[in-house]
């Protein structure tokens, strides 16, 4: 599978991937797990929603928690363009491409954009959201892992090839991605994708989809953070939230720990990802065929880390594409940053 072209004349200018919206079972239980654990801060309570960001976001919410009144799903990512006028263009570009876009009113964001990407992501846009504290030197308020931002989404989806080609004409690049043999010419499994200048914004998956793999927020001194929030969770009656690590990925070569929240939603914290700005980087592939794709060293992923992803709201996901057959251990190829 080719590679998506990369377009830098850019149709508007997306700066980075900025929050997540989940809907959940129980908005304490679940600011609980999110503040206390995670360690994000609370913005803002707001009637059945629960707002929260990193502590050094200065943007009001990098995940917003909604009381469910249906299914546990992601009702949307979002992606944060520069200005005001991007997002004009946006519903322009995306009117010419025959893609529905509209504009809605979100609190506490500016003008939304939302749509669905071309793997059935519903995705939402703005840009601008009420300048918040910078919370870094805060650190009497520090609690659980004090994650300082949110870094990326990995989703399932059934094709792979037409959603990352969508992101690469808005001028996404590729970090690294995985198949059969490493290069482009065995199906692509994987794919991580940057607009911000590290490893990763978006990743995509090949898999029943489209559905939220996890939203991922970055925490300073992994080494020690990671293991401490273990044994935080261990204390505060949480310790079965762990599902997998501390590890490193061999993609993106983040240490990682994954928890699930009280609803099943999958967290990562990881140690920061590396910069990727000079064009010279070319795409980094990895063969699924080798095992330190999925991690370095210790345990491989459960069963639930393959399989196991939160759908978006209203949105039945379907199989993929590409044929499992055509991969050896397809079911182990999963792993990504
Ligand atoms: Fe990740």
Same mark, same amino acid.
Request: proline share 6%.
């Given at each position: 599978m080719p590679l998506p072209l990369t377009n @830098? =004349?850019?149709?508007? *200018?997306? /700066?980075r991937f900025s929050h997540v919206v989940l809907h959940v079972r129980d908005l304490d239980e679940s600011r609980g797990f999110y $503040? $206390?654990? %995670?360690?994000? %801060?609370?913005t803002e309570r707001d009637g059945e929603s629960l707002y929260l960001r990193g502590?050094? &976001? /200065?943007? @009001? @919410? =990098?995940l917003v928690l909604r009381r469910a009144t249906g299914s546990l799903a992601c009702e949307r990512i979002g992606f944060r363009v520069l200005h005001e006028d991007d997002l004009d263009r946006a519903k322009k570009f995306f009117d010419l491409a025959g893609r529905d876009a509209e504009f809605v009113e979100v609190p506490h964001q500016g003008r939304t954009l939302r749509l669905h990407d071309a793997g059935g992501i519903p995705v939402e846009m703005c840009a601008h959201m009420p300048v918040q504290r910078r919370e870094i030197i805060q650190f009497a308020s520090h609690r659980g892992a004090a994650p300082t931002r949110i870094d990326h989404a990995q989703a399932h989806v059934a094709d792979i090839s037409a959603a990352a080609d969508f992101y690469g004409e808005l001028g996404f690049r590729v970090s690294e991605y995985a198949s059969r043999d490493g290069t482009d010419q065995t199906a692509v499994r994987s794919i991580f994708l940057t607009r911000? #200048? *590290?490893? *990763?914004d978006i990743v995509l998956l090949t898999n029943l989809g489209p559905r939220l793999h996890h939203l991922a927020h970055v925490v300073h001194d992994a080494s020690t953070t990671l293991l401490r929030v273990c044994d935080l969770a261990a204390s505060k009656?949480? #310790? &079965?939230?762990? &599902?997998?690590?501390?590890n490193r990925h061999g993609l993106g070569y983040e240490q990682f720990l994954y928890l699930l929240d009280p609803d099943g939603h999958r967290v990562e914290l990881l140690s920061p990802p590396y910069q990727l700005i000079d064009l010279e980087d070319e795409p980094y592939g990895w063969s699924t065929e080798h095992d330190d794709i999925r991690n370095l060293w210790g345990p491989d992923p459960p069963e639930s880390w393959l399989s196991e992803a939160t759908h978006f709201y209203g949105i039945e996901p379907k199989s993929p594409v590409v044929l499992e057959a055509a991969l050896p251990d397809a079911s182990r190829a999963h792993h990504s940053g």
């Amino acid at each position: 599978m080719p590679l998506p072209l990369t377009n @830098h =004349s850019v149709p508007f *200018n997306v /700066t980075r991937f900025s929050h997540v919206v989940l809907h959940v079972r129980d908005l304490d239980e679940s600011r609980g797990f999110y $503040e $206390e654990l %995670i360690g994000l %801060i609370v913005t803002e309570r707001d009637g059945e929603s629960l707002y929260l960001r990193g502590v050094e &976001e /200065t943007c @009001h @919410h =990098s995940l917003v928690l909604r009381r469910a009144t249906g299914s546990l799903a992601c009702e949307r990512i979002g992606f944060r363009v520069l200005h005001e006028d991007d997002l004009d263009r946006a519903k322009k570009f995306f009117d010419l491409a025959g893609r529905d876009a509209e504009f809605v009113e979100v609190p506490h964001q500016g003008r939304t954009l939302r749509l669905h990407d071309a793997g059935g992501i519903p995705v939402e846009m703005c840009a601008h959201m009420p300048v918040q504290r910078r919370e870094i030197i805060q650190f009497a308020s520090h609690r659980g892992a004090a994650p300082t931002r949110i870094d990326h989404a990995q989703a399932h989806v059934a094709d792979i090839s037409a959603a990352a080609d969508f992101y690469g004409e808005l001028g996404f690049r590729v970090s690294e991605y995985a198949s059969r043999d490493g290069t482009d010419q065995t199906a692509v499994r994987s794919i991580f994708l940057t607009r911000k #200048g *590290n490893a *990763n914004d978006i990743v995509l998956l090949t898999n029943l989809g489209p559905r939220l793999h996890h939203l991922a927020h970055v925490v300073h001194d992994a080494s020690t953070t990671l293991l401490r929030v273990c044994d935080l969770a261990a204390s505060k009656g949480m #310790g &079965e939230r762990v &599902e997998w690590g501390p590890n490193r990925h061999g993609l993106g070569y983040e240490q990682f720990l994954y928890l699930l929240d009280p609803d099943g939603h999958r967290v990562e914290l990881l140690s920061p990802p590396y910069q990727l700005i000079d064009l010279e980087d070319e795409p980094y592939g990895w063969s699924t065929e080798h095992d330190d794709i999925r991690n370095l060293w210790g345990p491989d992923p459960p069963e639930s880390w393959l399989s196991e992803a939160t759908h978006f709201y209203g949105i039945e996901p379907k199989s993929p594409v590409v044929l499992e057959a055509a991969l050896p251990d397809a079911s182990r190829a999963h792993h990504s940053g």
